[in-house]
């Protein structure tokens, strides 16, 4: 796929979208960076069930924090590996009231140092609540890139490798959510739905199928 033809197909998304963000609910920095960790296969939808009456009860470090382990076990038990999770949220609290003044680091070494937070994780709260260009890989985004030819890749490092050198500056910002969108609505995992798809006629996967 060349140069022009991704400048269209972002320009495309861009039109549908011009304003695209997570579906995951959040009123700051530190309830996305939970939302995140809870999301871990897991719809977003079932992690805003969770973290609704969570954040309702404690959207700080401190406030999670207290509720100890087993008190979050009881906000967060409906999301899948919620004991692993749980534990690695109350820890991560405990890290960012100790080293960090209560505040979410915007920096990605920082960010991955805290338990449960992997790459992709950092990657959504640099991008999501401080606004760098970074692109989280997500099945979603790996599944869209390598059907359309976007940006193939044999694993979600190098395809955020790949995304990042491809992708034009002006829409770095926004692509990570153009692409999720796209691949949960659009071009979805058992069969795209290529015949509502604006950016058909671009797409270079080869066994496109009717809407």
Known sequence: MNGDKRHEIFTRLRAENPNPTT???????????????L????????????????????????????????????????????????????????????EHNSQVP?????????????RKTANVVLNTAYGHPTIAVDTHIYRVSNRTKIAPGKNVREVEDKL????????????HHWLILHGRYVCVARKPRCGSCSIEDLCEFKDKADD
């Open 23 to 37: 579906e995951l609910n959040y009123d700051s920095p530190f309830e996305l960076l939970i939302a995140v960790l």
């Open 39 to 98: 999301s871990a296969q897991a719809t977003d939808v079932g992690v805003n069930k969770a973290t609704g009456p969570l954040f309702a009860a404690a959207n700080t470090p401190e406030a999670i924090y207290n509720l100890g382990v087993d008190g979050l076990k009881e906000y967060v038990k409906t999301i899948g590996l919620f004991n692993t999770k749980a534990f690695n949220a109350h820890k991560t609290c405990k890290i960012l009231m100790d």
């Open 106 to 118: 915007e920096d990605r070494e920082a960010l991955e140092a805290l338990p449960g937070v992997g």
């Open 164 to 175: 990042i050198k491809f992708v034009p500056a002006e829409f770095k910002v926004d692509v």
